[in-house]
């Protein structure tokens, strides 16, 4: 069934290249259909892979503990499931700069329902630095952290709406194969 899609999604953007070169199977890289090179190249590679890395990072344990994160999220487990290994698997295309605007959708995705996770609770945008906060009142799993907030996930947003406007840069897989 996923296959026939892939292939229908496939055929469309041929078909829509010859009439519509903005449409064209490069469009699966980024908006901006131009790959720079040197220091902006550099800054897209850094940007990429940080960020890549970071989601796998973030991915790894909610795969590992699916279970125990869907549950104290109280969402159901597949849409946990989903989330985490989109992480996972955008993580690795976004390092690698292999089909970079549709490696960006599912963890913008992700990042938005977790910005709406922290509003629905009531989540500040930016936490009170925790040294701030009177004994007690905020202990993490391991002593005093960082109290929970919606500015990590914003973040992720802004970052990742960037590598899909600018796309992946030339030291790229999408560079070598969709670049001009």
């Known amino acids: ?11 469309a953007l041929y078909l ?7 449409l064209g199977p490069y469009l699966l890289s980024s908006i901006y259909h131009v790959y720079p090179d040197g220091f902006p190249g550099l800054a897209l590679l850094l940007l990429r892979v940080s960020v890549g890395g970071l989601f796998l990072l973030h991915g790894y344990p909610k795969a590992k503990h699916l279970r125990q994160w869907a549950e104290s ?6 849409l946990c499931f989903l989330s985490a ?3 996972l ?7 690698l700069g292999f089909l970079t605007l549709l490696a960006t959708f599912p ?3 992700s990042m938005l329902m977790a910005i709406l996770l922290h509003l629905s609770e009531g989540k500040p945008f930016v936490a009170k630095d925790p040294y701030l906060i009177p004994e007690g009142q905020y202990k993490g799993p ?3 952290g960082e109290p929970p907030s919606w500015e990590k996930a914003f973040m992720y947003c802004v970052m990742l709406i960037v590598i899909a406007m600018v796309g992946p840069g030339a030291y790229s897989l999408d560079a070598l194969i969709f670049g001009r």
Request: no cysteine.
């Open 107 to 109: 963890l913008l995705a």
């Open 73 to 78: 999220l109280k969402m159901p487990v597949f």
């Open 89 to 95: 698997g955008s993580g690795i295309f976004l390092i």
């Open 142 to 144: 391991l002593g005093k």
């Open 85 to 87: 290994w989109s992480m």
């Open 1 to 11: 069934m996923i296959y026939k899609f892939a292939i229908g999604v496939a055929i």
């Open 16 to 22: 829509a290249s010859f009439d519509f070169p903005q």
